[in-house]
Structure formats: C-alpha cells, structure tokens
C-alpha cells in the first residue's frame, strides 16, 4: 500500500517558484539571494521527478505585501481573462504540504494532522474545482485538472484581482519571474516582457519599457 505522504500530485507555480532554483529554496531550505525569508525546506529534500511548462485559464495578479522581497506577491485569479502562463512540478503529498506551509507561513511539520488536512482539501479541489485551508493568503486551493493521472494543484488567495487593490511588485521578485519563464517556457524576452507588462500590479505602475530593461538584465543574469 502506497504511503498517503507519498502520493504524486502536480504543484503548479506561476510566480518566482516557475525558477527551478527558486523552488529549491522551498525544499532544501536556506535564504535566496535578494530575499528576506530563510525558509525551513521540506521534510523530504528530493529535487521534483519531473516538471512541465503548463498554461492555465485565467491571469495572475500582483496584490498584497511580500514578506520575501517587498511589494506585490502574485496570485492567481480563473476568472481574468487570457491564460496564465505556469510551471508543474512533480512532487509528493508531503512535499507539496510542506512547500504549501512556508508560503502560509507556517513551518512544515509543526501540526500533526497538515498532510491529512492537505489530502482531504487536494480531493475536495478535485470533485469541485476548488478548496479552503484558511482565509489567508496562498490558503485557497485550486484544481485545473490533470496530467498523467496525478492532480494539478495551484494554491491563491480567496479573492480575485478584482475584489483586492494591486500592488506592484518588487523588481527582484518581477525578475525572478521573468527567468521561470524563459526557463519553462523557452520565452523571448520581448513576449516575457509583453506577458508582464499586462499583468494587474504591473499594468499602470511599472512602464513598459522599464519591464523591458528588468526582463532583459534578469536573463542575462540568469
């Protein structure tokens, strides 16, 4: 009988976790450069068995005040319209648990019954699309379907872009973001660039072509 913990779910990223190296942060632990958090890492330090560059339907947003690196944090919203452009990873329950409580700030580990809690939440998204472990942010659990049998599960805040006033974000953590997609997607700087710009948070704030210069400094540095 296969470990509950060890179940294969797809995490989906769509924000600085779309970066490999970022992602690490989260399961081996430790401070990224330019970040403000040392994160505890996962229980279980395997790297993922594999990842996808994934699209889904609806945007991402920036709103809300990053702990990590200051400004806006993204969010995904199903209700913009477009597609989100994402990264899958292949994890296990654990791990996802785990990665999912350092973005609640919580630290893995510390309550008893978090997979459990997590398990049953992943099979609620699954029956209905969706699913609550708290009101805070990245505490809302979405399911936009499957791949090779294992659920795709993205986590959000509870309220669309819509319902929240956005922020822009952090150039470092604008950047970070920029490499995820060039790694997962293979994007030009130039469609990276177009992608971000368009973003609620960025939209309005950040001018075009200063998104263009970040976008074209974060790659080089890549």
């Not at 459990?116 to 942010?137: E, F, K, N, Q, S």
């Not at 995820?180 to 001018?207: D, F, K």
Request: hydrophobic content about 40%.
């Amino acid at each position: 009988m296969v470990d509950t913990a060890e179940r294969l779910v797809w995490y989906v990223a769509y924000g600085s976790n779309m970066h490999a190296a970022r992602l690490a942060w989260y399961i081996g632990g430790g401070c990224p450069p330019g970040g403000r958090r040392t994160y505890p890492g996962c229980r279980d330090r395997r790297p993922p068995s594999r990842s996808v560059p994934v699209s889904l339907p609806g945007g991402i947003y920036f709103a809300g005040e990053s702990g990590a690196w200051t400004g806006g944090m993204a969010f995904y919203d199903p209700q913009l319209s477009g597609e989100a452009a994402a990264r899958a990873y292949l994890v296990t329950l654990e791990q996802f648990t785990d990665i999912a409580a350092q973005e609640m700030y919580r630290r893995p580990g510390d309550t008893a019954d978090l997979i459990a809690t997590t398990g049953a939440a992943i099979d609620t998204a699954v029956a209905d699309g969706r699913a609550t472990l708290g009101p805070g942010r990245y505490e809302t659990l979405v399911c936009p379907g499957s791949r090779s049998g294992a659920p795709m599960l993205t986590f959000t805040a509870p309220e669309g872009a819509s319902g929240v006033r956005c922020r822009a974000p952090a150039p470092t953590y604008l950047g970070m973001i920029a490499r995820g997609l060039r790694e997962s997607h293979g994007w030009p700087a130039e469609r990276i660039a177009g992608y971000l710009t368009a973003r609620p948070g960025v939209a309005g704030a950040w001018p075009p072509e200063a998104v263009a210069a970040l976008v074209t400094e974060a790659l080089l540095d890549a």
